[in-house]
């Protein structure tokens, strides 16, 4: 099993203006957050016994006071993670009972 979690996080800290937290914001955060946690790693090639490569997926959100702030965020997220060697699989706005403006969105990599 392969962690890219720590390349994640430095890359999303790239982001300015903005805090990076583990799942959900803290209560005391200070918007705009992105959260990002691992949503799956399994096994894409094995032989012999042994795992050469995984599947990673990495879901990453980010929470804003504003839908436009929200989309420049989002925007600078898929940059980060796209250079680093993720592939976007899915993005949608998902209404949070906060009134915060919330973006999720997963990413894939098979890492060796």
């Known amino acids: 099993m392969i962690d890219v979690t720590g390349d994640v996080v430095t890359a999303l800290k790239t982001i300015k203006g903005t805090s990076v937290e583990y799942q959900q914001p ?13 949503a799956g790693n399994v096994p894409d090639t094995s032989a012999d016994d042994a ?7 990495i879901m990453v959100d980010v929470w804003a006071a504003t839908a436009g702030k929200m ?42």
């Open 51 to 57: 795992e050469y490569t995984s599947l990673i997926a």
């Open 71 to 112: 989309a420049d965020i989002a925007l600078e997220v898929d940059r980060v993670m796209t250079s680093i060697g993720f592939v976007r699989r899915m993005a949608y706005e998902l209404p949070d009972p906060s009134g915060k403006y919330r973006k999720t969105m997963r990413y894939e990599i098979v890492c060796a």
């Open 26 to 38: 803290k209560k005391t955060a200070k918007y705009p957050v992105i959260t990002y946690y691992e």
